[in-house]
């Protein structure tokens, strides 16, 4: 079932002219970054794929078959921000282009965009993939640490983590975007006992950001 046309509004208010600015200047940085297709076989530009890719994820899309139908029930109300002259991609097109994108070149769009993260509320959540077990013990073998940036709705950084690998989560907690920031650590966070021991240790004292 797709998902239903997000209905657009004719408001000319500050708020809503500087939010579409926000997302403009995001999509013109999308621009330089580096696109591996073939020129001339390109019918949807990277900056709009990845834009879609973004509007579908802030409206809890889950997979590339989920993004794709968003694409297609949202077209009218994404042409506000892009022409989209080909139409809307398949999820074969946004899951081949998310794959050849590099995180951490999307990751250095995405701070300066999010803005000066000092003050700002920084939620340490982990998760745990349900689709990477451990045959013989059944447990998930994939351990995620993300830093969340409440305000923005955006992960600024994350972290695979071994089962007991500490130093990996102090490596996000300890990530330059987040100097200044005032970070917590969820109640129920999902990782293995001894990090979410370790990360709260490391918000206590501060991580001398």
Known sequence: MEPAPITTTSSTSTEATDDLRRVLRLKGLFH????????????????EVLLIALCA????????????DFARSQLQWLRQFMPLTNGAPSHDVLRNVLLALRPDALLGILEPWVGELSGKHIAIDGKVSRGAKDTTTGKSTLHILRAWASEAGLSVDQEVCE???????????????????IRSLRKHCALDPSLRTEAARLIFHGFGA
């Open 163 to 181: 089962e007991k690998g500490n130093e990996l989560s102090a490596k996000v907690l300890k990530s330059s975007p987040l100097k200044g920031s």
């Open 57 to 68: 994820m802030l409206s809890d899309c889950e997979d590339y078959t989920d993004t794709g």
């Open 32 to 47: 330089s970054l580096p696109d591996s297709r073939v020129l001339g076989r390109v019918l949807h530009p990277l900056p």
